[in-house]
């Protein structure tokens, strides 16, 4: 069965410095990969896919992630955080029938002023 | 477009009272799922559906039931709430469970 790390449950970073989300997945096929946020009381929205194309993703908002078989990682990257970027994110890999979604836990990223 | 609708918002129930979650999308997404929403431990999936009259359970069906009558409504029907079913509900559509997933507003739900 398919399952999902998520290796942070918070993360708390400075306006203007880097972001890593850590998410670590088991599979034991070719997986697809997703990145949601969630902003407080709203629902999800998509952040980027991997789908077996290239293995560095680039999503909406200045993210991007890096798919690492070797790792099984698929890690979440940003070069300079902004206040906006507060939310909760969820790693999501799908199974091997493509029928049902495996959500991580979330990591909770805090922006400081 | 309204994309993923879900209705009500809100709802409070006793134990033991049933009701009906329902959700419908307007772009023809023959992918339909409920997922339940619990602090720390993301989202879960309930049900799902491939298309109409074509359901199938996901990781926590139990006290649960769906159907598929039309592409566009997914209602998720309570039989019997309990107080482990406090949550916050979320639907979602998309083309495939491989494409993007849309997200209903939510429904949060408190079953005293």
């Known amino acids: 069965a398919q399952s999902v790390t998520q290796l942070d449950s918070h993360v708390s970073v400075s306006e203007g410095t880097p972001v890593l989300l850590r998410c670590n997945y088991s599979s034991s096929y070719s997986p697809s990969l997703f990145w949601y946020v969630q902003h407080p009381n709203k629902g999800l929205q998509l952040l980027l896919k991997y789908t077996s194309a290239a293995t560095l993703v680039k999503g909406i908002n200045g993210f991007e992630a890096e798919f690492k078989k070797s790792e099984t990682s698929f890690h979440l990257t940003k070069p300079s955080a902004h206040m906006s970027d507060a939310a909760e994110y969820f790693c999501?890999?799908?199974?091997?029938?493509?029928?049902?979604?495996?959500f991580g836990a979330g990591t909770i990223l805090r922006v400081k002023s | 477009n309204a994309g993923v609708t879900q209705t009500p918002k809100f709802q409070v129930l006793k134990t033991g009272q049933s009701m009906t979650l329902q959700c419908a999308q307007d772009?023809?997404?023959?992918?339909m799922s409920w997922y339940r929403q619990d602090p720390g431990m993301g989202l879960r999936l309930i049900h799902y559906?491939?298309?109409?009259?074509?359901?199938d359970q996901g990781e926590v069906p139990n006290g649960y039931n769906v159907s598929r009558s039309t592409t566009e409504d997914f209602p998720l029907r309570l039989l019997s709430a309990a107080p482990s079913q406090t949550s916050v509900y979320f639907c979602?559509?998309?083309?495939?469970?491989?494409?993007?997933?849309?997200f209903g507003p939510g429904t949060r739900l408190t079953v005293l």
């Open positions: 979602a559509s998309s083309r495939t469970s491989r494409n993007e997933q849309f």
């Open positions: 772009m023809n997404h023959e992918y």
């Open positions: 559906s491939v298309g109409a009259g074509i359901t």
């Open positions: 999501v890999v799908s199974d091997s029938g493509g029928n049902k979604l495996v």
